[in-house]
């Protein structure tokens, strides 16, 4: 291990070390990377250190129960706290600790930076998950790995990797999946039904998705998902984004854009996934933000989901034509 990466870690164990309170807080809307490392973390702090009272916040999602449970706390109680963030780069999108007063950060993140800078701070946007961060300070540091901690760890970098699919996956993902199954040995292959079951109801909405996405000259693909459609296949609004990354090696696609209005929040939602150019620097002109071919956005106007459509659409034409020169 490189000494900067030794010092690094140094850092991290001596910051976990000297708060005995500490809220780990991941992004809203969560996925299985978000709250496998909250969850991974939190376990790992509270089986190396028992006496610490080690808190995972934020909304929970049932489909993601089975990577255990997180924490319900009186955050106002606590005066003394380290937050710990994970897998968000923004104040704006960190989930349940509006009533904290911490007194230090703790950031560990993959997306590019943006406004959160912890006092000690490993922010990578190279790697392929938060996920696989975790591990390998669990595998490089004292910190404890037992086999639920590596049974998450895995869940959440083949999720975020999109099994290994994805550009981030990198020599040393595969380096720290082989060093995560050496030191657990877990049975991976037992895991997969967790994250990939799904009904029948949910593969045919997945049909509707293909029927219905509209393809432009530019390879550039859209769809504004008529909750209608949610009804009739009976699927939850979550259905559109769990689909998104099924769209990438179609021929025909560079960038794609999929969108629900959700009723509730009175607002689109809006998922972005483009293997051509990039798409965050766009995404965050509309209140979104995310990996550089990787983005969300939360929309209030139906008119700025067609300027956002328009630019994503010229994007991919001057993608194109770059290409092509
Ligand atoms: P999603 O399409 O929801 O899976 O999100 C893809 C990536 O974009 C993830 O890294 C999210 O954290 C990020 N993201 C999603 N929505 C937003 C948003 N409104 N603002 C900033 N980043 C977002």
């Given at each position: 291990m490189i000494t900067i990466k030794r010092d690094l870690f140094r850092k991290i164990v001596k910051i976990i070390k000297s708060y005995d309170e500490i809220v780990i807080a991941r992004h809203i809307g969560p996925d299985p990377d978000a709250i496998a490392s909250q969850i991974a973390l939190r376990d790992s702090i509270k089986a190396t250190f028992p006496h610490k009272k080690v808190y995972a916040v934020g909304a929970g999602v049932h489909k993601f129960k089975y990577l255990g449970n997180l924490d319900k706390v009186e955050l106002t109680e606590l005066k003394n706290a380290l937050l710990i963030v994970l897998d968000v780069p923004n104040f704006a999108r960190?989930?349940?600790?509006?009533d904290l007063e911490y007194q230090a950060i703790l950031k560990i993140d993959h997306h590019p930076a943006e406004d959160i800078i912890g006092n000690v701070d490993w922010t990578d946007d190279?790697?392929?998950?938060t996920c696989e961060m975790i591990t390998e300070l669990l595998l490089d540091t004292k910190l404890v790995l037992d086999t639920k901690i590596a049974e998450d760890l895995y869940i959440g970098i083949v999720f975020d990797s999109d099994r290994f699919l994805l550009q981030n996956t990198s020599l040393e993902t595969f380096n720290i999946i082989y060093r995560l199954l050496n030191a657990t040995h877990i049975n991976f292959v037992s895991l997969y039904d967790n994250l990939y079951e799904r009904s029948i109801a949910e593969e045919k909405f997945r049909a509707y998705l293909t029927n219905n996405i509209e393809i432009s000259k530019n390879g550039f693909g859209f769809i504004n998902v008529d909750n209608t459609a949610l009804e009739k296949y009976h699927v939850e609004i979550t259905a559109v984004s769990n689909h998104v990354n099924d769209f990438y090696f179609i021929k025909e696609l560079i960038c794609w854009m999929f969108v629900v209005y959700d009723e509730k929040n009175a607002i689109f939602k809006v998922n972005i996934r483009s293997r051509g150019p990039i798409v965050n620097e766009i995404a965050s002109k509309y209140n979104g933000g995310g990996h550089k071919y990787a983005s969300g956005a939360r929309v209030k106007d139906l008119k700025d989901i067609t300027k956002l459509r328009e630019d994503l659409d010229r994007a991919c034409e001057n993608y194109y034509s770059e290409q092509n020169n």
């Open positions: 960190i989930d349940g600790i509006e190279t790697k392929s998950s």
